[in-house]
């Protein structure tokens, strides 16, 4: 499988490192990548790009792979803040679309950056289209009240596999102290 740096017009170029992490019973592997994406510069008071390790999925029928999105929402969508997916922990072993699971990065201004654990359904592209054609649904933060309902101290740092019915593993903290996961689907836990 190649592992290879996505192309992106008006970005710096860097040497590449990439590490798969989980792969799936069609060979669609994901992981991690360098890539370069826009932050906040707090000192030049503007976006600049940075080379940063990006989520990202290698289809079993490409050589480029796709590269995952960030966190939207109010929680992200304020001046000086931006998310990137930075790890692809686990995929689901199902037909498509795919569940990919990991962790998103979110650097703000004032508070440095930090990580809380993503969800994502990705399409594959069709045979014989480029990587791009790939169609990534949006990216959520397990962490909202809308996904996941969260005893009070608790955070979902990040997400590391998921399975065929949308159970989730992962590492998070509660009350500051680190702790294993179990994320079940709300309509498993309201049954």
């Known amino acids: 499988m190649a592992c290879c740096r996505p192309q992106h017009q008006s ?6 490192h990439s590490r798969a992490n989980a792969i799936d019973s069609a060979n ?6 360098d890539a370069s994406v826009k932050v906040w510069n707090s000192t030049l008071n503007k976006w600049v790009w940075v080379n940063r390790d990006r989520a ?6 490409q050589t480029q792979p796709t590269v995952l ?15 990137y997916a930075s790890m692809a ?4 072993q199902r037909a498509e679309p795919v569940v990919v699971v990991g962790a998103s990065s979110i650097s703000s201004q004032s508070a440095g ?3 809380r654990a993503f969800w994502q359904r990705v399409q594959a592209p069709p045979i014989g289209y480029p990587s791009e054609y790939a169609k990534p649904e949006e990216m959520f933060n397990l962490n909202d009240a809308h996904l996941s309902w969260l005893p009070a101290g608790w955070i979902l740092v990040t997400a590391e596999d998921v399975n065929v019915c949308d159970y989730i593993v992962g590492t998070g903290s509660c009350n500051g102290v680190a702790q294993p996961f179990l994320l ?3 309509a498993a836990v309201l049954q």
């Open 11 to 16: 970005a710096p170029r860097k040497t590449v």
């Open 28 to 33: 669609n592997a994901v992981g991690w990548s």
């Open 56 to 61: 990202v999925v290698w289809w079993a029928n």
């Open 69 to 83: 999105g960030g966190l939207y929402g109010p929680a992200v969508l304020w001046p000086g803040h931006a998310s």
């Open 89 to 92: 922990y686990g995929i689901s």
């Open 113 to 115: 950056g930090f990580l």
């Open 184 to 186: 079940a689907p709300q």
